[in-house]
């Protein structure tokens, strides 16, 4: 699967995701799962080839943080923002989609990433403007986020779209009716910034994202419900859609997506499992995700508490998000990346045996 010299490229990873989505094809007799893929494979490849100029000449460049390693600052003035191009198709086909089939749960899909799309648009501009890589601070992004997460998991949940019976193995459910609105925020907005934090090494993001939206819509066509396939396909899409746009983004990139395209994926990700109940699934699979979330988390708070105790704050890690921790222990980072993949690889995989098994 990895080949000779054991390294997973770009190439690679595009077409072991494309065969086992022709394999899905044939296992659920349903040839737009393939054809999706590749369809906003081609929409993301085309306007992120030729959207890169124009985001030259409307000057949108990176500013690199001042904290991160030192080698990143090479990357200084690369394109960015370049999440527009995986977000405005998935936002049009959601638009297209919920007209055609009158349906309430796609628009309100819709409102929610279009929602987050805002606010990581906002948060890159203002980091351009600013000539810093800050742009909203800490609470204007997390009020914003909030708003939106309540706004869409309240209509949803009084629209009878949420199912608080979450669906751990075919057979076994867990009764959540009473916290039910609490896990769907914490996944929304915690999955939202978790792809944020993962987006630090060229192709990281967009690739493991690939990958996720892959297994997820795999998870859905197997649960077997008629009125969830449309949220398996549109997930096959956006695998399709951050693939085309891992062509300019992987090691040495040519564009990053920004807060505009992680920011949206995450929500993407979490607002999906919400209305389809896969909750479970998603935490298996979103694995590289959370650990990078949780490298922040675990650093921040040891160094609060060690700071408490010894008057002076400790670190578990060298820098995090973990990714920069291996980066400063001498890791390549296209080592670093593709390692990342791999896992990822492996726990969709785990994900979905898991779900057929058990």
């Known amino acids: 699967m ?11 990873l595009f077409f072991l995701i494309l065969f086992s989505l022709t394999v899905n ?31 030259k000449e409307l000057n949108l460049l990176q500013n690199i943080r001042k904290e991160g390693p030192l080698i990143h600052s090479s990357k200084t003035n690369t394109p960015t923002m370049g999440g527009i191009f995986i977000v405005l198709p998935f936002l049009l086909l959601l638009l297209i989609l919920s007209k055609k089939f009158d349906s309430i749960e796609l628009f309100l899909l ?7 799309f805002i606010i990581g648009f906002l948060d ?3 980091s351009i403007t600013n ?11 997390f009020l914003l986020q909030a708003l939106i997460s309540i706004l869409f998991i309240v209509l949803a949940f009084q629209g009878s779209y949420i199912n608080p019976l979450i669906d751990i193995f075919n057979n076994w459910n867990i009764n959540t009716y009473a916290i039910i609105i609490p896990i769907c925020f ?9 792809v944020n934090l993962t987006d630090g090494l060229d192709g990281l993001a967009a690739g493991c994202s690939s990958i996720v939206f892959y297994g997820l819509g795999t998870e859905i066509f197997i649960k077997g419900q008629k009125e969830l396939i449309i949220y398996g396909l549109i997930s096959f899409a956006m695998s399709g859609l951050c693939m085309g746009f891992l062509k300019f983004n992987k090691y040495p990139a040519k564009i990053f997506m ?12 979490g607002s999906i499992s919400i209305l389809t109940n896969s909750f479970f699934t998603l935490f298996i699979i979103s694995g590289v995700f959370i650990i990078e979330a949780l490298s922040v988390i675990i650093q921040v708070g040891f160094f609060k508490i060690s700071k408490r105790i010894y008057k002076s704050g400790k670190k578990v890690f060298l820098m995090t998000p973990i990714h920069h921790h291996f980066e400063l222990k001498g890791v390549k980072e296209e080592k670093i990346v593709e390692n990342f993949w791999k896992l990822n690889i492996l726990l969709v995989f785990l994900g979905i045996v898991l779900k057929i098994k058990l």
């Open 186 to 194: 914490i996944t929304l907005i915690g999955l939202s910034n978790a």
């Open 131 to 141: 000539k810093k890589n800050t742009g909203l601070t800490v609470n204007e992004k």
């Open 124 to 126: 890159d501009y203002l």
């Open 110 to 116: 819709f409102i929610c990433n279009l929602g987050f």
């Open 25 to 55: 094809s044939f296992i659920f007799s349903n040839l737009f799962i393939v054809n999706i893929f590749l369809i906003f494979f081609l929409i993301s490849l085309f306007f992120t080839k030729f959207g890169i100029k124009k985001i």
């Open 2 to 12: 990895i080949g000779k010299t054991k390294t997973l490229n770009f190439s690679i």
């Open 258 to 269: 920004g807060d505009t395209g992680s920011l949206t994926i995450g929500a993407t990700l």
